[in-house]
């Protein structure tokens, strides 16, 4: 059974544009959702994570808003640049712990 | 050396042959892993080691054999594999402790089994 489900797959966004990425989790168990970004060649690294006693956090042009009664998450990238051009990955864990369940990714191409 | 690395960064192996994927981390944590990446699929986390002792191995086939020998290596032996078994390898490290255990990440052994 998949722990945390991604979408969508694949997405082209205009340069200036808004990309969003969806994700939704089974476990209510999981406390911590952090995004990983992924470049050619490169190990994922983390960009942003939350956890659910906030519905929003914002670090720069990256916003994470979480919806707990869902059980849903999303990451929006505000202004995209060509230089955003790469695979995010969604996941989720216990706060404390460390096994992470990570979404299926998103290669997000941005047009210049 | 910086972050985690990995060696070699592609492999090309047989399905007899028996080779060896090498990962060490440079950032003094306590905790790695081996993840394995396919496309269109999730990171399957395959093994972890805290303070050098396994702790999880998640149903993977015995043709996979993880060793740490250190808190900084970890090593994956790679024998009898199958060509669905091509995929990316990631090694990645972590700081056991208190707060969320930020994985780091090394780029990964592509490897293609023939």
């Known amino acids: 059974q998949q722990q945390v489900k991604q979408s969508p797959q694949s997405l082209i966004v205009q340069k200036g544009g808004i990309s969003i990425i969806n994700c939704a989790y089974e476990?209510?168990?999981?406390?911590?959702f952090p995004w990983y970004q992924q470049f050619p060649g490169k190990g994922p690294a983390l960009l942003i994570a939350i956890r659910p006693d906030v519905s929003e956090k914002k670090e720069g042009r990256f916003t994470i808003s979480f919806n707990k009664s869902a059980k849903q998450f999303s990451l929006h990238i505000m202004d995209s640049q060509p230089g955003d051009s790469a695979t995010y990955f969604c996941?989720?864990?216990?706060?404390?712990?460390?096994?992470?369940?990570f979404g299926t990714g998103t290669s997000l191409t941005v047009i210049p | 050396e910086t972050g985690v690395t990995q060696t070699p960064r592609h492999l090309v192996m047989g399905m007899t042959n028996k080779k060896s994927l090498k990962c060490e981390q440079h950032l003094g944590h306590n905790a790695m892993y081996w993840y394995k990446q396919s496309a269109k699929k999730p990171l399957e986390l395959m093994f972890v080691y805290n303070f050098k002792e396994q702790t999880e191995n998640n149903s993977v086939p015995s043709r996979f054999s993880p060793e740490c020998p250190n808190s900084s290596h970890l090593f994956l032996h790679l024998h009898t594999l199958q060509p669905e078994d091509s995929a990316l390898y990631l090694c990645?490290?972590?700081?056991?402790?208190?707060?969320?255990?930020?994985?780091?990440f090394g780029p990964g052994t592509r490897l293609t089994v023939t």
């Open positions: 990645a490290s972590s700081q056991l402790g208190a707060g969320p255990q930020e994985q780091y």
């Open positions: 476990n209510t168990a999981f406390d911590y």
């Open positions: 996941a989720a864990s216990k706060y404390t712990g460390n096994q992470f369940y």
